[in-house]
């Protein structure tokens, strides 16, 4: 596609449903991420994919937290039995391949996450 | 850990007023710095970087100066326009071994006609 694709844009949803979250990064892009931005916060690390390994998940704030990406493209983020402070926009971004000096972060718009 | 901290906002300002947004850092090495820009309704952009001291990086009419001895990267601009309401983020690459940015709170910038 033209630029990183999220879904859902708007997730609303139950305190203790599990939730996924999914990004559609920039054909041809190895590099994937994932942040979270949350008021007040800035955007906050959660988890790096190279290829479809992910040499850095020191971001995921606990264990109800997990990511996945397969066939190097897609990624879908996982949060289990979601509380009300995992409410937030989650972003995605991607990067072809070189390095963060050389290559720039491409990001998707967003999927907000509102839990009740 | 790296960090950056950036000017707290919001900053209103009419149209053609000067712009600075500070950022300093902290790092161990030399990283490279970024500013990105988030439009309303739309993803994070990147504006301008640079990826070593005395490096002056410049988009748009907007410039930043990569200074080590003081370890900032403040965002310049001499005659704002409204498009330029935003939020800006400044950001560092993580030197520790992983690719990824770091980022501070972002500024948010409201431009008046």
């Known amino acids: 596609g033209a630029g990183v694709s999220q879904s859902p844009s708007n997730k609303v949803t139950e305190k203790g449903k599990d939730v996924e979250l999914r990004c559609d990064p920039i054909s041809g892009h190895t590099a994937l991420y994932w942040y979270r931005q949350s008021l007040g916060q800035g955007l906050e690390f959660l988890i790096y994919?190279?290829?479809?390994?992910?040499?850095?998940k020191s971001g995921l704030p606990s264990d109800r937290f997990s990511a996945e990406r397969t066939g190097g493209s897609v990624s879908t983020l996982t949060i289990q039995r979601t509380q009300q402070e995992d409410s937030a926009v989650y972003l995605c971004?991607?990067?072809?391949?070189?390095?963060?000096?050389?290559?720039?972060?491409?990001f998707g718009e967003g999927s907000r996450l509102t839990v009740l | 850990g790296n960090s950056v901290t950036q000017m707290e906002g919001p900053v209103t300002l009419s149209e053609e007023a000067f712009l600075t947004i500070n950022c300093t850092y902290t790092a161990t090495g030399y990283p490279s710095l970024f500013w990105y820009v988030q439009y309303p309704g739309e993803g994070l952009q990147l504006l301008l970087k640079?990826?070593?001291?005395?490096d002056k990086g410049s988009n748009k009419g907007f410039e930043a100066t990569y200074r080590k001895e003081t370890t900032s990267f403040h965002l310049e601009k001499g005659s704002v326009q409204v498009s330029d309401s935003a939020v800006y983020f400044c950001a560092l690459s993580d030197q520790g071994g992983s690719e990824k940015l770091v980022f501070g709170k972002g500024t948010k910038l409201t431009v008046n006609p």
């Open positions: 994919f190279q290829g479809n390994s992910a040499p850095d």
């Open positions: 640079a990826t070593k001291a005395d």
């Open positions: 971004a991607s990067r072809r391949g070189g390095g963060l000096n050389t290559g720039e972060l491409f």
